[in-house]
Structures are given as structure tokens and as C-alpha cells.
């Protein structure tokens, strides 16, 4: 088990950027894959970008690609998500996630067992 913990939430106008953070108990984070999912009001939880245990490969939303950056320092148990170029579209409640997974499913939420609190970002026009 780990557990997880957001921060770095804000309000920020359209435009700009934020880098939220995860932070992860244990000594297991190595061992997972990790994933940064979002939830709007009213929607449901989606995939956002997610990097591999080894930080080798990394797999992003086609809405986010080019704009956001997904990354972890496995040596501080930490995982990172720079947002830049927000848009008011990207408003939600972002939470970080830890599983294991092949290719195919790692854009699934199945695919994780634990989740952070999860931290609110919103965005203005």
C-alpha cells in the first residue's frame, strides 16, 4: 500500500500555469505505476497522463498533450504534473494514483488501487 497526497491547487487565470505535486508514503513508489486522473463537476473521472515505474515512458489525454508534463523523482517518493496554457476547460478536482498496468489500460482507472484526496484546481476565463 501507499498512500497519497495532492497539493498545489489553485485559481489561476486562463493562460497560465501550475506544477501540483503527489506525495507518496513507503518505500514501495518505485514499484508503481503512477497517474494523474481529474473530475469535473458533473462529469466523470477522467485520464490525464501517466508515467511508468522506471519514469521511461510517459502517456498523456490528447486534450492535455503538448501543455502538460507528468513526471516523479522516485529518490523523494514524489509525482509531479506541470500544467501550462491552462484553459477554463481544465477545472476539476486533479488526483494523483498509483497501480500497475500494461499499455493498453493504463489510461483506465481499473488500473489503480490507490488514490490521493485529490486537490482543486480552477481555472478562470
Known amino acids: 500500500q501507499v498512500q497519497l497526497v495532492e497539493s498545489g491547487g489553485g485559481l489561476v487565470q486562463a493562460g497560465g500555469s501550475l506544477r501540483l505535486s503527489c506525495a507518496a508514503s513507503?518505500?514501495?513508489?518505485?514499484?508503481?505505476?503512477m497517474a494523474w486522473f481529474r473530475q469535473a463537476p458533473g462529469k466523470e473521472r477522467e485520464f490525464v497522463a501517466a508515467i511508468r515505474r522506471n519514469g521511461g515512458a510517459t502517456y498523456y489525454a490528447d486534450s492535455v498533450k503538448g501543455r502538460f508534463t507528468i513526471s516523479r523523482d522516485n529518490a523523494a517518493n514524489t509525482l509531479s504534473l506541470q500544467m501550462n496554457s491552462l484553459k477554463p476547460e481544465d477545472t476539476a478536482d486533479y488526483y494523483c494514483a498509483a497501480g500497475s498496468a500494461i499499455t493498453s489500460t493504463i489510461r483506465r482507472l481499473e488500473s489503480y488501487t490507490n488514490w490521493g484526496q485529490g486537490t482543486q484546481v480552477t481555472v478562470s476565463s
Open positions: 513507503g518505500r514501495t513508489f518505485r514499484n508503481y505505476d
